[in-house]
């Protein structure tokens, strides 16, 4: 009977981490460089496993950066840590949307992700010799720290 108990609550207990992880928000902090030159990226609030997507200006161009976070599946061996961070950053050229790239970045929780696109063969990419360069930082927002919508 303890054992059924036993089994029970820590069913329980499992199923109540996996709605919390899914139910999580997260600030994810942007620094975005297009063509060299930085773009004024604000940080964006975005529900675990939810995507999300904000619009920006630079001195160049019209830009939009879509984000998506969630943990990995228990089944992939992550460290607790760890976030699968999804991100496009698209252009806008001739008033329509162009992906100018996008990836899925496994990061732990409050470390720099980066990825860029370059023009030739560049061993170390830097911002300021990309086409774009993107570096994202995301950590979770506990519930008292919610803005008010």
Known sequence: MWRLFSLLACALLFG?????????????SFELWMHGEPVDAPRMIVEAGQPASMEMDGPRGHWRIEAEVERPAANEYAPDDALWLHLAVHERVDGEWEVLADTMLGVPEGQPATFSVVEGEIDEP????????LRATTSRVQSGEMPAH
């Open 16 to 28: 109540m981490a996996q709605a919390d992880d899914e139910a999580a928000h997260y600030l994810i």
């Open 126 to 133: 830097s911002p300021e010799d990309s086409l774009m360069f």
